[in-house]
């Protein structure tokens, strides 16, 4: 993943620079933390990385494709099938039970084996049990493993983790790294992780920091 002079300006009255020429290189299968005061553009980098927002300028590349000149269709499929993204409060569909939760972007997909799938994937973040539960019969922490099993079930090469530990105790937070490394060791994912948890970016192979739009650090 390469960014080039990435620039994101939100317009309005008093216009706002969340990203001010980044450049950034990620290696394939690297453990990216990105750390930084609130407002300094981690979430933004991460919307744009999986293709939820455009930038201004500048470009974004992943497996070699730029995501900037991608239509909208190809966008759609980018989020589905190569960048599974992780968010602090879950973005759980309160209806659905946890396997249906982890099967919907395959079945968006039109795969037929969204079923075995997605609880293999449950098994494996050891949740397979609660597989008819809904979200609001889950602790914290199994809600956010549910929501790592839906990003990468679609077999996502890169994982953006937007604060997935930040509505969690220490113990389940520590659970919730741990999975995303082992996952990211056993399939070759490449995370980018945005955190202001110290704990969580010393389990990272390198630290950045954004502050103000601007990277500090380095970029590779």
Partial sequence: MACRDLRKVYAGAQPVVALDGVDLEVSAGEFLA?????????????HIVG???VPTSGSARVSGRDLVTMSERERVVYRRREAGIVFQFFNLLPHLSVQ?????????????????????????VGLAARSGAHPYEL???????VAIARALVAGARILLADEPTG???????????????????EHGVTVLLATHSEAA???ADRVVELRDGRLRGSPR
Avoid: Y
């Fill in 201 to 203: 970016a010393a389990r």
């Fill in 51 to 53: 293709a939820i927002d």
């Fill in 100 to 124: 249906e939760n982890v099967e919907l972007p395959l079945l968006f997909d039109g795969a037929r084996d969204a079923a075995p799938r997605a609880l293999r994937l449950l098994e494996r």
């Fill in 34 to 46: 990105i750390v930084g005061p609130s407002g300094g553009g981690k979430s933004t980098l991460l």
């Fill in 167 to 185: 509505n969690l105790d220490s113990r389940n937070g520590e659970a919730v790294l741990a999975l995303i490394d082992a996952m990211r060791r």
């Fill in 139 to 145: 602790s914290g922490g199994e809600m956010q493993r």
